[in-house]
């Protein structure tokens, strides 16, 4: 309920005649004056009733995820605490710096834009969290997010066109008045204490760009589950975003300390906590990049090769929704513009990689890219190769190896070849030849990764 408190006038004051009659005149007000509420005493029902699914129509028409499940949760429902058990008993620094925490929206469902908001007040100690700056990316009803200024914190800006993720979130960076942004996706919960490790670790080091281990709420019955610790980030050729599982080595490796960062050479991009005076130093976004996509691996070879690194933080834990599909068109074309701004800014001559992987990129118009070369340059960056050699979990069979259109898998002109079909046959090089079944072909991202077992040089 909301704590009104009484302030009183003495009669006399001339302030209202009819309170003349009254020994002195009171009236109710709000504790500031700021016409904010705790997130406790927003009206959810009034909110979120406003755009509720209407029988008959497809819950899954505007968000690509089920909005009648989401639209039922609590603003502040429980989710299970999905850390390892370490982290419950550690204690983390007193004196961390506060942050601003930009989240960037474009038609959200306004239960899992209210549910991103409130977990952060709610998840985080007060004093950690600085403002929550909402960037609404030319949103169809601006309610959504101008009703969300209302809660204590939440501080709301809105684009008058559409600007795509990275514009909008270095708007919300530029805003920011606190010396660390944390970036939030606009469909997220944060869990128990996920914003200490994270601030922690920059604190330290404000070149580490670090990012919570993702948990997943499921997008058709909106439960949430706990992801593995054990995924790095990572991408194929065709530099789409994955995630890869630790060697077996690496898991060992993580058994005495199982809450220890993990380095990682690629960060999905939607959650992640860095320093602000770092983002500008570092070139913030690429500011021509559109709409979305392209993004995280921009900034992760950005990171690591202008000597920065990135890691994922296993007692740091935040929810999102996973979707199948974009819920919002891409005017002006798709991500590969963007994809590609990456590829010629950041990858010397390992950008033939991704053309050989999609080959219908070498048509697609990218602009400009003389600033953020010149940028690079100014940085001291160093090259892919050194990226990939430091990031060794990296298809390194691609590397030193050529795919080709076939799918052979080919060192110069010579293919790998089984010399007999014994077990444990010796594999060599040898001229490839068509059709010749002795030679290893890429049939699938595991044979890939079996080729790189046998020849990895790192
Ligand atoms: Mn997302």
């Known amino acids: 309920m909301l704590k009104y408190q009484r302030y009183c006038v003495p009669q006399g004051a001339g302030l209202l005649h009819s309170a003349a009659v009254l020994s002195e005149f009171c009236v109710c007000l709000l504790p500031t004056n700021t016409g904010k509420v705790k997130w406790q005493d927003f009206d959810q029902d009034l909110y979120i009733g406003a755009t509720v699914v209407r029988p008959g129509q497809d819950p899954y028409a505007r968000n690509k995820f089920n909005q009648v499940e ?31 925490v930009v989240i960037t929206f474009h038609n959200e469902a306004r239960s899992a834009l209210l549910r991103t908001v409130v977990s952060v007040l709610k998840k985080s100690p007060a004093h950690l969290v600085k403002e ?10 601006s309610e959504d997010g101008a009703l969300l200024g ?20 270095v708007r919300g960076a530029d805003a920011a008045t606190a010396g660390v942004l944390t970036f939030l996706d606009s469909h997220c919960e944060c869990n128990e204490h996920w914003l200490e490790p994270l601030l922690e670790r920059v604190a ?58 993990i380095k990682t050479p690629m960060i999905a991009g ?16 690429d500011m021509m990049m559109d709409v979305w996509g392209g993004e995280n691996l921009e900034i992760s070879f950005r990171v690591w090769q202008c000597g920065g690194s990135l890691e994922i933080i296993p007692c740091s834990r935040v929810g999102h929704v996973f979707r199948k599909q974009h819920p919002y068109t ?95 046959s010796q594999i060599k090089l040898q001229g490839c030849r068509e059709n010749d079944s002795r030679q290893v072909r890429k049939m699938s991202p595991k044979a890939c990764d079996h080729v790189q077992s046998m020849g990895g040089s790192q």
């Open 70 to 100: 989401s639209d039922k949760l609590r603003m502040d429902r429980n989710v299970p605490d999905t850390r390892h058990d370490h982290c419950r008993h550690k204690q983390w620094k007193s004196d961390l710096p506060s942050s601003s």
């Open 132 to 141: 929550i700056i909402l960037v609404d990316d030319y949103s169809d009803n």
């Open 150 to 169: 209302k809660i204590e914190k939440v501080r709301v800006l809105r684009n008058d066109r559409r600007e795509g993720l990275m514009r909008s979130r």
């Open 204 to 261: 330290e080091d404000k070149k580490r760009v670090v990012s919570p281990i993702i948990d997943v709420i499921n997008m058709d019955n909106f439960q949430y589950v706990g992801a593995s610790a054990d995924l790095k980030g990572g991408f194929d050729w065709n530099l789409v975003f994955k995630w890869d599982y630790m060697t077996l080595e690496q898991r060992r490796a993580r058994q005495g300390n199982p809450i220890a960062p």
């Open 270 to 285: 939607g959650l992640f906590v860095m320093d602000k005076n770092y983002f500008e130093e570092l070139g913030k976004y």
């Open 330 to 424: 891409f005017p002006g074309g798709s991500g590969t513009v963007n994809t590609r701004r990456a590829a010629e800014v950041w990858m010397d001559e390992f950008k033939n990689f991704y053309y050989a992987a999609v080959p219908s990129a070498r048509n697609v118009p990218y602009g400009n890219i003389q600033s953020r070369l010149e940028m690079k340059k100014r940085l001291g960056c160093k090259p892919f190769k050194w990226y990939l050699e430091n990031n060794v979990e990296i298809f390194l069979c691609l590397q030193e190896w050529a795919l080709t259109k076939d799918k052979s898998v080919k060192h110069m002109d010579l293919c790998l070849t089984v010399v007999d079909r014994s077990a444990g």
